[in-house]
Nanobody
Framework: QVILVESGGGLVQAGGSLRVSCEASGRTFNYYTMAWFRQAPGKEREFVAA????????YYADSVKGRFTISRDNAKNMVYLQMNGLKPEDTAVYYC????????????????WGQGTQVTVSS
């Protein structure tokens, strides 16, 4: 069992920055690919970014590439998503997820999920 708790969401103006964090506890964190997904009102949950556990390969959705950066600190069992150049369409609940498959963009490949943190970008 891996328990994930997100934090750092909030309200920000368009063009601004925000960093959301995810703290993991429970089973060994270091062997999991970690990812961020998001779900906007009335829409399906979508992949945002992922990072592998070993060398830290990163994967991004086209919609956030160049604006968002995913990182992890295995010693602290933490994953971060730095979001710059935020747009109103980035408004969503952001979820942290852990899975065994390296770099997967499918939510079905992730075994553990956090409760989510709300990010709202005003225009």
């Amino acid at each position: 069992q891996v328990i994930l708790v997100e934090s750092g969401g909030g309200l920000v103006q368009a063009g601004g920055s925000l960093r959301v964090s995810c703290e993991a506890s429970g089973r060994t964190f270091n062997y999991y690919t970690m990812a961020w997904f998001r779900q906007a009102p009335g829409k399906e949950r979508e992949f945002v970014a992922a990072i592998t556990w070993d060398v830290g390969y990163t994967y991004y959705a086209d919609s956030v590439k160049g604006r968002f950066t995913i990182s992890r600190d295995n010693a602290k069992n933490m994953v971060y998503l730095q979001m710059n150049g935020l747009k109103p369409e980035d408004t969503a609940v952001y979820y942290c997820a852990a899975g065994r498959e390296a770099g997967s963009r499918s939510e079905n490949r992730y075994d553990y999920w956090g409760q989510g943190t709300q990010v709202t970008v005003s225009s």
